[in-house]
């Protein structure tokens, strides 16, 4: 835009030709690595992946007593199992759970003998009161992705999983240059004429708040030559400046002229009372604002422009807090005796804000790190059913909901990748992902909960993967199938093979300890089906029916040494440096209702499919083949 004194630009146009001219300069920050525990509230420079499975070992989730499960079974009300001292080892919340043991019982459960036994009324199942490896965070998951705020929970999540340091963005320096003749420092006394100058303290505050460090000069008094001095040291010093009055059109307003001797000036006023009077300028790749001197209207222009600025220089949106309504996906029981928080998913979907609760145990810090918001159920409160209306406290912009794709469906690591190379193309928008497996995927599909849904359903009959299931959950259809990738399934066990493990009937030998998927994923539906066909019992296989909720929890379990094999993706097993033993290739698509098919976050969603930086990471993970994906294969 030409140089334009004192004209009435919207601030729509005004504001965008300033930040575009930016961009194009090539304004934005460099990075520096700080320690994580000092790193709240800065902006990731690159995602931040797990060094360290949390918990990295099994660990005790009660006070009580560890032991093995199989020695309580048959203990009831009338028949009571009394355990002998050499039976049991007494643990405290946190305590490693003892070899040997896989459960623990409460003290509140375990009545004592004067002789050292103790006596159980009710048995114990296996795994119980015990907090598994990777039960928080798996190593190698992605903690935080690029351009996002560290929070104080996250911090914790970082330090958790192995993370000491994390690479940050620069926080911009600006320069605030006080100018005026009649203009002087605080006191308690001035004298007649003089004005106070306090914008400065003003404006410091809201760029701290905003996340830059302001560094104000001394007052400039109304010289044309050193006002342009003193402008020609911040550009040098700072990355954007701050020219506190002297914007107007009076006989000693010289920000206009010494911003364009300096540099060069986009816009001289703009369509906002107040604030009329304000300059946009550049030089080089560092900004100017020429700031009106009254204090609203100086306030004004920095909340329209300066925060846009730094929104463009840390790639984020900007932050606000509020309450909304909002549907819960899925019921949430609680207790009579205490307030609950319970932090939530959530992102509109057809026209509804939907809250999905996420995990609820004390010891998972990830959940909040990840929560868009907090549901409060008050004490004497039971909880609510699925599908009521609930008033959340939102920890994020109401405006990034309305922004935020909703996948709740089978898992893979390479939702996190989209989500961050989604929100990198657009930092406006973000991806919130539940796993719930692909028979939950679909039924949140059904009851317009989702825009996507990771699935992989094998047809028993012919082979296929997805169209059959699509089919019978969707007679009258008004969904798509979205190709996404084909992925190596197979049996991931510890590195070297120690047990030599080739085949699933090896899992039915009794050394074997199996960890499986959740019911209702299609992993856990694949490995029903290869025991069926193989004719392999799974009542022979030990674990069969110890579940975990992503293939990264089951490639920690065997990594940490508490299960010996267990069905996932090759890109698990890599992670975590496990032997892999290849069973099939399956087809993992998208399945997206046609109320989301046009949504622009969608569409977004769709060309970082089909992106070299998608293919890119996916071959840096291993196991993926891609041949068209964000492609539709099918509508329904």
């Known amino acids: 835009m030409a140089f334009q004194y004192l004209t009435n630009t919207s601030l729509k146009e005004a504001r965008t030709a300033f930040l575009d001219a930016l961009k194009s300069s090539g304004f934005g920050p460099d990075t520096e690595t700080v320690p994580a525990a000092e790193s709240c509230g800065r902006i990731t420079a690159a995602a931040v992946y797990a060094a360290i499975s949390a918990p990295h070992y099994l660990a005790s989730a009660m006070d009580g007593i560890a032991l093995r499960a199989g020695l309580t079974f048959g203990a009831t009300e009338t028949t009571p199992v009394t355990l002998r001292e050499e039976d049991f080892i007494v643990v405290d919340t946190g305590d490693p759970v003892p070899d040997g043991c896989d459960a623990v019982v409460m003290t509140e459960d375990v009545i004592r003998q004067e002789d050292g036994s103790v006596r159980l009324y009710a048995s114990a199942s296996p795994w119980q009161h015990i907090r598994q490896i990777g039960e928080d965070i798996c190593a190698g998951e992605m903690i935080l992705p690029s351009h996002m705020r560290i929070s104080p929970s996250a911090i914790g999540a970082m330090l958790a999983a192995g993370v000491l340091s994390v690479e940050v963005l620069r926080r911009p320096r600006i320069g605030i240059i006080p100018t005026g003749d009649e203009i002087v420092p605080p006191s308690a006394d001035p004298k007649p004429g003089d004005i106070v100058e306090f914008n400065s303290s003003i404006f410091s505050a809201m760029i701290r708040e905003w996340d830059g460090d302001p560094v104000v000069y001394p007052i400039v008094p109304d010289d044309r ?94 932050d606000s807090g509020q309450t909304v309504d909002a549907v819960l996906s899925r019921p949430v029981v609680s207790g009579l005796k205490y307030q609950e928080y319970v932090r939530v998913h959530m992102g509109r979907v057809n026209g509804r804000l939907i809250a999905s609760p996420l995990s609820r145990g004390s010891g998972v810090v990830s959940s909040f790190m990840k929560a868009d918001g907090i549901l409060t159920i008050p004490q004497g409160t039971e909880g609510h059913a699925a599908g009521e209306t609930v008033r959340v406290k939102l920890l994020r912009p109401a405006e990034a909901l309305d922004n935020t794709l909703v996948a709740i469906g089978s898992h893979d690591p390479l939702l996190d990748e989209c989500a961050d190379l989604l929100h990198r193309a657009d930092p406006g928008l973000f991806m919130s992902s539940s796993h719930v497996g692909s028979m939950g995927g679909i039924m949140a599909v059904r009851r317009g909960e989702a825009h996507v849904a990771g699935i992989h359903l094998l047809n028993e009959t012919d082979g296929t993967y997805n169209t059959a299931s699509v089919r019978r959950y969707f007679p009258k259809g008004g969904v798509s199938l979205v190709e996404c990738v084909g992925r190596t399934q197979g049996l991931m066990v510890a590195h070297g093979n120690p047990l030599g493990i080739r085949s699933l009937q090896d899992l039915t030998r009794d050394s074997v300890r199996y960890v499986n998927r959740q019911k209702g994923s299609g992993t856990r539906i694949l490995t029903d089906y290869l025991c069926k066909t193989e004719g392999v019992s799974s009542r022979r296989i030990s674990g069969y029916d110890r579940e975990e909720f992503t293939h990264t929890s089951v490639a920690a379990q065997i990594a940490a040494g508490t299960a010996d094999a267990g069905m996932g993706i090759y890109s698990a097993s890599r992670l975590y440096g496990l032997d892999f033993l290849p069973l099939c290739t399956e087809q993992y698509d998208l399945l997206i209702p046609d109320y989301a098919i046009g949504l622009p976050m969608v569409q977004r969603l769709l060309e970082v499919l089909r992106s070299d930086d998608f293919r890119q990471r996916l071959k840096k993970m291993g196991g993926y083949t891609l041949k068209n994906p964000g492609a539709i294969r099918r509508h329904f």
Do not use: F, M, Q
Not at 253 to 274: N, Q, R
């Open 225 to 318: 030559e050193l006002l342009r001095s003193a402008l020609l040291t911040a550009i040098k010093e700072c990355d954007a400046v701050l020219l506190n009055a002297g914007s107007s059109a009076g006989r000693e307003d010289y920000s206009a002229e010494v911003i364009a001797e300096t540099g060069t000036v986009l816009c001289h006023g703009i369509a906002i009372k107040p604030g009329k009077p304000a300059i946009l300028g550049l030089s080089g790749n560092k900004a100017i604002l020429g700031v009106p001197g009254y204090p609203v209207s100086g306030i004004l222009v920095l909340t329209e422009i300066l925060r846009p600025l730094l929104d463009v220089w840390y790639g984020t949106a900007p």
